[in-house]
């Protein structure tokens, strides 16, 4: 199945989510495969044990760490002065201007990592009609996650992402670092299966857009109801500095 990465698209009304299970079987096992040693193990070595897995980097800027349960990501700061806060982390130079970081590794890339973690994507936000044609809505739902920023100079101290930022109203620092692994969406337009999060950026998500990778676990609508989202300016390093977006199963 071809994925295509374009710029941002609206969700045309003539557009159609697909079923994306293949998919993702496919990138998974393309990555175990890429991932995986192809060695045969001699007859004599059969019963030695395993050696302790060490950390790798399944794709470039993405490490995968199975003993100690999380994903890394680099990522470089690219808002700190962000008045309406709508991303913690987007695709770079697509929603900058609303986000903290860019992540380097491609939206896809990330998802088949927390898979290979042992994690399966929930699904993001979203709003039907019932029976009686009422708009229902669904929150987001999947694995939580705690999420961390880890600093090139600090890398035993990772910072819980929600430090980073703050309530516009009252100047708190937004409550609880848990997240969702929603998993995004793939949507049909004109021929080409686009991965909606790698399309319009939405890696990790403060808001309800429908497509996010990772996602507050909120129940407020798509507008974000009445929470509204600032940098926290003070604790955040300067614009370009480059860190790791980590990513680790809540306990």
């Not at 019932?130 to 100079?153: K, R």
């Not at 996010?212 to 600032?230: A, K, M």
Request: net charge negative; hydrophobic share 40%; charged share 20%.
């Amino acid at each position: 199945m071809n994925i295509t990465t374009a710029k941002p698209i609206e969700h045309p009304a003539s557009s159609k989510a697909v079923g994306w299970t293949a998919v993702l079987l496919a990138w998974v096992c393309g990555s175990m495969l890429a991932c995986s040693s192809a060695t045969p193990i001699a007859e004599d070595q059969t019963h030695q044990p395993s050696p302790p897995e060490t950390p790798r980097e399944i794709y470039p800027g993405v490490i995968l760490d199975r003993v100690n349960r999380h994903v890394d990501v680099q990522a470089t700061v690219v808002g700190r002065e962000v008045d309406w806060l709508e991303l913690l982390a987007c695709r770079p130079g697509i929603r900058d201007y609303e986000s903290i970081v860019a992540v380097d590794a491609e939206a896809t890339q990330l998802q088949t990592a927390l898979i290979l973690l042992g994690l399966e994507p929930g699904q993001p936000a979203r709003a039907e009609k019932d029976a009686n044609g009422e708009l229902q809505f669904f929150a987001p739902h999947g694995p939580e996650l705690e999420l961390f920023f880890v600093l090139e100079d600090q890398p035993d101290q990772p910072i819980p992402a929600n430090q980073w930022v703050i309530d516009q109203e009252n100047g708190q620092v937004m409550p609880g670092n848990r997240w969702v692994f929603t998993g995004s969406t793939i949507i049909e337009f004109k021929g080409q299966n686009h991965f909606m999060a790698e399309t319009n950026g939405t890696v990790v998500s403060l808001l309800n857009f429908g497509d996010e990778l990772v996602s507050r676990p909120t129940t407020d609508s798509q507008d974000g109801g009445t929470e509204l989202w600032t940098a926290n300016t003070p604790v955040i390093p300067a614009v370009g500095t480059k860190l790791k977006l980590r990513f680790q199963p809540a306990e």
